[in-house]
């Protein structure tokens, strides 16, 4: 299925081949304090399947599990986009609230 998204403000905007049925609800304490909910839905998309017009800032955040995550966000209005590898991205963690 292909999807579309973008940020608040639309200076990045992505379109997306993904596989509906991998829709999850990330419970962890990141999650948690990002979206200020119980969890935030994210669909897992291999990079490769991702085409981003735009480009995101990302920092890398280190949980207490000591795994690190690129965090990708625009800058101008800080919406979330997606989290992936801090290295070579394998797979973007896309933040469903960015999806149109």
Do not use: W
């Not at 394998?90 to 149109?100: A, D, H």
């Amino acid at each position: 299925m292909r999807i579309t998204g973008q940020c608040h403000c639309g200076a990045i905007s992505f379109t997306a081949i993904v596989d509906p049925k991998r829709v999850i609800a990330c419970h962890c304490t990141d999650c948690q304090t990002f979206s200020g909910a119980p969890f935030r839905a994210v669909l897992p998309v291999p990079a490769d399947d991702v085409s981003l017009v735009g480009n995101p800032k990302q920092y890398v955040k280190v949980a207490a599990s000591g795994n690190r995550r690129a965090q990708a966000f625009c800058a101008e209005c800080g919406t979330q986009l997606y989290a992936t590898e801090p290295d070579i991205p394998k797979t973007l963690n896309i933040r469903l609230g960015c999806v149109n």
